[in-house]
């Protein structure tokens, strides 16, 4: 099996598109793999048949590891390596002593011949559907397994793909009334992928947090203003990635990675944005900030948040963040501590926008649009008054904008 995304050390064989004893082209989808980020195809560079099935569906499969054999029909493979992989828990690790994708000549017996689909494998062959409707959900990066058919036999046609609307993630509780129940819900390769890394990260890394609470009149008016005079609404969002970004670049310790015994500096401001999907979350990364002004941010963090709910994020958008923004305002949660995401050094937590009174320098009372920030540090990297400093500039940045341009 082939590494589908830069973190992914394991897949799991979600199901298999192809059964023992199928001709096999080239470009066919062989099966779908569950990664650590979302499931994709597996297409075949040979041709032949499948004469076994090493992986079966539920079996987690590490990278490198072969899970089948195409040949020559009625080919004996008795001296091939081939082993079937158990499922889950009673998985039996196999030895191989060529590399999967290793092939001597055409006249010996290949093992495995998968590889990640194309930029269009998300459009699989064995579902029917017109070539018309196929090319517009291409063009329009619709994955056709979600797309409900109303020609004969199920069939997805043109008006299909016209009328489809991505599922929305649903953040919601039961239905009031809705009858409790026990439940063994299995976990996806993406939610034990999370679980393991946040894992190693809390208790790997001492955190610690530090917050802050930031008035924000005079962006708010600012943004108004900006919105009104150019008809192009600009989310609070991308305010904050372009303060939070000039803010790194005035403490470059806070942008940094601990790896084994070195600090990594970067030399790039690459802030990632947790987005929550159905099955966990991810973290669509916006290159570049310090060199990109604030409409720019704002283009990138919407078509990468729109990617990311319709599951089509390429590994490089969601790769090579050095610094995470999680913001759960428009949640409504006022305050709260996030976890690192590895091996970043700290990440922010946005809540909500809050009017409350307020005693000014002045000691005149009044009622101020407030936001609590908090900053999780990894202590082996940053002490308490660097990211002190941190977090009081950005509030700065925030409350004065013009600040950030001095």
């Given amino acids: 099996m082939l590494a589908l995304s830069p973190t992914m050390e394991s897949g799991k064989i979600a199901q298999w598109s192809k059964k023992e004893g199928d001709p096999i082209e080239s470009g066919d989808v062989l099966c779908q793999v ?47 390596p081939s082993e079937t992989v158990q499922p889950e828990s009673e998985k039996k690790e196999i030895a191989e002593p060529e590399q999967a994708t290793h092939q001597k000549n055409p006249q010996e017996k290949s093992i495995l011949t998968a590889q990640p689909a194309e930029s269009e494998g998300n459009f699989p062959r064995g579902v029917p559907v017109s070539p018309l409707a196929r090319k517009m959900a291409a063009d329009k ?16 046609v043109k008006k299909d793909v016209e009328g489809y609307s991505p599922p929305q993630p649903n953040l919601h509780a039961p239905p009031r009334g809705a009858a409790l129940r026990d439940e063994i819900i299995p976990v996806s390769e993406k ?24 008035v924000l009149e005079t962006l708010l008016s600012a943004r108004t203003r900006i919105n009104k005079s150019s008809g192009e609404k600009i989310s609070l969002n991308a305010f904050i990635v372009k303060f939070t970004a000039q803010t790194l670049v005035n403490h470059p ?11 990594h500096r970067y ?74 995401n590895p091996p970043q050094a700290a990440i922010l937590a946005v809540g909500e926008i809050v009017k409350k ?31 002190a400093a941190f977090l009081s500039d950005l509030k700065k940045f925030l409350e004065y904008p013009i600040e950030a341009l001095l």
């Fill in 267 to 340: 030399g790039t401001v690459d802030i990632a944005l947790a987005v929550a999907q159905p099955d966990g979350l991810i973290t669509p990364v916006v290159h570049d900030c310090e060199t990109k002004g604030i409409r720019q941010i704002d283009h990138d963090l919407k078509e990468l948040i729109g990617k990311a709910r319709e599951n089509r994020l390429a590994p490089e958008e969601y790769s090579g963040g050095t610094f995470t923004i999680s913001n759960l305002g428009s949640m409504g949660i006022r305050e709260f501590t996030a976890i690192i």
């Fill in 357 to 387: 009174p307020l005693v000014d320098e002045n000691n005149d009372l009044a009622v101020h649009n407030t936001m609590m920030l908090t900053l999780s540090c990894d202590h082996r990297i940053l002490d308490g008054a660097v990211s």
């Fill in 253 to 263: 310790m806070v942008n940094s990675s601990w790896e084994y015994e070195t600090i």
């Fill in 141 to 156: 990066g619709i994955d056709l397994h979600s797309v409900k058919g109303s020609g004969p036999r199920g069939r997805i």
């Fill in 34 to 80: 569950e990664t650590d980020k979302t499931t994709m195809d597996y297409e075949s560079t040979s041709e032949g048949a499948l004469l076994k099935i090493i992986a079966p569906e539920g079996s987690e499969v590490n990278v490198g590891d072969n899970i089948a054999i195409i040949g020559e029909k009625g080919e004996d493979i008795s001296e091939l």
């Fill in 191 to 214: 939610r034990r992928v999370i679980a393991q890394r946040l894992s190693n990260s809390f208790y790997s890394a001492p955190h610690y947090s530090l917050s802050v609470e930031v």
